[in-house]
């Protein structure tokens, strides 16, 4: 019995460090149990990383409200009300793990707002570290029209979400950035260091590196990506033309060839081979 006592008092450390910890998770009521028991290992594995990531708990529960109607894309939308952190999100199930990990690092991004007193975020910011977590995958800029590229290219001075098209292609344009930026600073090593340059600049350009280097690298990514799809468009565009300039080549190469040709006097293979030198043998 004296054994026992030490074990019980760790077990009940352990539960109240546990509870202390846990994440809260509330489903709407009419959740079917496959889709919930679907979503949740997956919720828990991303907030074991998030936490470890941000260094925060979530401090409030997370609600999570499923589209009843299947839609032909899948959405998805995070948002915190002082009291409770709400996820909506569609039901297609092969697009949730990838919309869960992104919907998630915005209920993370708000609880360490929310922690930090910082209420005014850019939209490249708050989007930006979505789809480089998420792994986003969009458009390959090479099949971007170079007209629309150039127009939507510059991610950072967009204030509110575009529409239409133009929608899918800035998350497509904002994530290759990110993905820049991550080949220059391996965002998950440097992660904690941009949170802390962010806290005490309160700067979101220099929380990733100096304000000059990091125009810079904005200015080298634009002008690479503005240069393939100029390159693509060509390639796609005329590519139609490739065939036609070969068959030009060949016919001028054939007529330049042709032309120095001379005609051989058949007289003189018939004096040399005989009259019926041409004709086939039996």
């Known amino acids: 019995m004296i054994m026992k006592k030490p074990l019980l008092v760790v077990l009940l ?43 925060v708990e979530l401090d409030y529960p997370l609600f999570i409200e499923i589209e009843r109607k299947r839609q032909l894309g899948a959405s998805g939308e995070a948002s915190f009300d002082g009291t409770q952190f709400r996820l909506f999100m569609t039901p297609v199930t092969d697009a949730i793990p990838a919309l869960l990990r992104h919907e998630m690092m915005h209920v993370y991004t708000f609880q360490w707002f929310y922690n930090n007193d910082l209420y005014d975020a850019p939209l490249w910011f708050i989007e930006g570290v979505a789809v480089w977590y998420e792994n ?52 998950k090593e440097t992660f904690s260091e941009i949170l802390q340059r962010l806290k005490t600049k309160g700067d979101y350009k220099e929380a990733f590196t100096d304000r000059k280097t990091f125009n810079k690298w904005y200015d080298e990514w634009k002008r690479t990506r503005i240069i393939m799809s100029i390159f693509g468009f060509i390639v796609l565009q005329f590519s139609w033309f490739v065939p036609a300039i070969i068959i030009i080549i060949l016919g001028i190469y054939t007529y330049v060839k042709r032309k120095d040709v001379q005609d051989t006097d058949i007289r003189r293979l018939e004096r040399y081979y005989g009259k019926n030198y041409w004709k086939k043998e039996e």
């Open 136 to 187: 986003h995958k969009g458009v390959n800029i090479r099949d971007v029209n170079p007209v629309s590229l150039i127009k939507e290219i510059d991610v950072l001075n967009v204030n509110s979400y575009p529409t239409g098209d133009a929608f899918a292609r800035y998350y497509s344009f904002l994530a290759d950035f990110f993905f820049y930026l991550d080949s220059k600073l391996n965002l």
């Open 13 to 55: 450390i352990l539960m109240i460090f546990s509870s202390a910890f846990s994440l809260e998770l509330i489903f709407e009521r009419t959740t079917p149990l496959y889709l919930r028991n679907f979503i949740q290992p997956q919720i828990e594995s991303i907030s074991s990383e998030l936490s470890e990531l941000w260094n």
